[in-house]
């Protein structure tokens, strides 16, 4: 089996996270079918790789009732830069930020059924 490239697996990656987690950062506004899948993960992929070559994220601002999980998730994807030494403490980190998000997440309305799922940024 060849090893995928880069590009193949930041590829996938926004796949998955369109498939199971409806997040599709460089959909078009409004998109909601499969259609263009492909495309725009490729070009996520192009545009990742670019931004990882500059060593700077720009990831926005927190908001005040994710801050804390959000310290726990960049930490966190700084121990992923570590490749294999860093895994164990990225995991523990990711674990606390998701109990973190869920802990706010309940302390929060929820949003209407129009709003779900709506594009973020």
Do not use: W
């Not at 880069?6 to 998955?16: F, M, V």
């Not at 109990?99 to 709003?115: G, H």
């Amino acid at each position: 089996m060849p090893r995928l490239s880069i590009e193949d697996r930041i590829r996938e990656a926004y796949i998955e996270m369109a498939r199971q987690a409806n997040h599709r950062p460089h959909a078009p506004e409004g998109a909601r079918r499969d259609d263009d899948l492909k495309d725009e993960a490729a070009a996520y992929a192009r545009e990742f790789i670019a931004e990882e070559q500059t060593t700077e994220f720009d990831i926005g601002v927190s908001d005040f009732t994710t801050n804390r999980a959000l310290v726990y998730t960049i930490e966190a994807a700084r121990c992923m830069c570590a490749g294999a030494f860093g895994a164990d403490r990225a995991v523990k980190l990711l674990e606390m930020a998701l109990k973190e998000a869920r802990t706010e997440l309940a302390k929060v309305p929820p949003l209407p059924e129009e709003l779900r799922g709506a594009r973020l940024g």
